[in-house]
Every structure is written in C-alpha cells, then in structure tokens.
C-alpha cells in the first residue's frame, strides 16, 4: 500500500494561490490514479479533482474549474493541487488519495490509501 503525506496548505487572502504537494511512498505513484478531496467544518468530505496514472486526463468539481489544476510527477513520486482565485468556500482539509482503478473516479470508497490532510484557509 502507498503510504501519501500531504504539504503546502496555509492561511491565504481570498484571490491568493496555493499548491499543494502529496508525496508517496512505499509503491511507485505511477501505479495509481491520483485524487484530492476536502472536507469543510461541519460537512462531508468531497471531491476536488483527479488525475490519472499517465497525467494525460483529469476531472474537476465544477466549483474548482478554472481555478484549480492538478498534475502529477511521477518521476517524483508527487502529486500537486494548484489553487488559484481562491474563494472563502475553499476553506478546508485537504486530502490526497490514491487508487487502483484504472479510470478516473470521483468515489471516495474507491480510493483506498488517504493521506493526513493539510489544512487551507482562506480569508475575506
């Protein structure tokens, strides 16, 4: 199983940037589609956006369009969130995750290895 360790997250202005960095090990990342959730205080965790094992492909929530991109290094063994024009709403822990599936998926419950989650916040 890989094990992920989430970083880059912070305290930032609305309209600020942030990235985010998952690093993997214990199984190469090259193995596995790659995703990011959040979970917001007091709500369900939700998806944010994924990548597939190549990089070629990717899927957003309709709210991060535009917005957000995430990539992948596998070389690395990294998986990346870049978050720009970031709103109050993105407020949040961030979750990195990886699956075996070979296809892009938005189901939490396909995704069997989570990272701790790096905190984001966002001000008015």
């Known amino acids: 199983q890989v094990q992920l360790v989430e970083s880059g997250g912070g305290l930032v202005q609305a309209g600020g940037s942030l990235r985010l960095s998952c690093a993997a090990s214990g199984r190469t990342l090259s193995s596995y589609t790659m995703g990011w959730f959040r979970q917001a205080p007091g709500k369900e965790r939700e998806f944010v956006a994924a990548?597939?094992?190549?990089?070629?492909?990717?899927y957003y929530r309709d709210s991060v369009k535009g917005r957000f991109t995430i990539s992948r290094d596998n070389a690395e063994n990294t998986v990346y969130l870049q978050m720009n024009s970031l709103r109050p709403e993105d407020t949040a822990v961030y979750y990195c995750?990886?699956?075996?599936?070979?296809?892009?998926?938005?189901?939490?419950?396909?995704?069997?290895?989570w990272g701790q989650g790096t905190q984001v916040t966002v001000s008015s």
């Open positions: 995750a990886a699956t075996a599936i070979w296809a892009l998926t938005t189901e939490e419950g396909d995704f069997r290895s």
């Open positions: 990548v597939r094992r190549s990089g070629g492909s990717t």
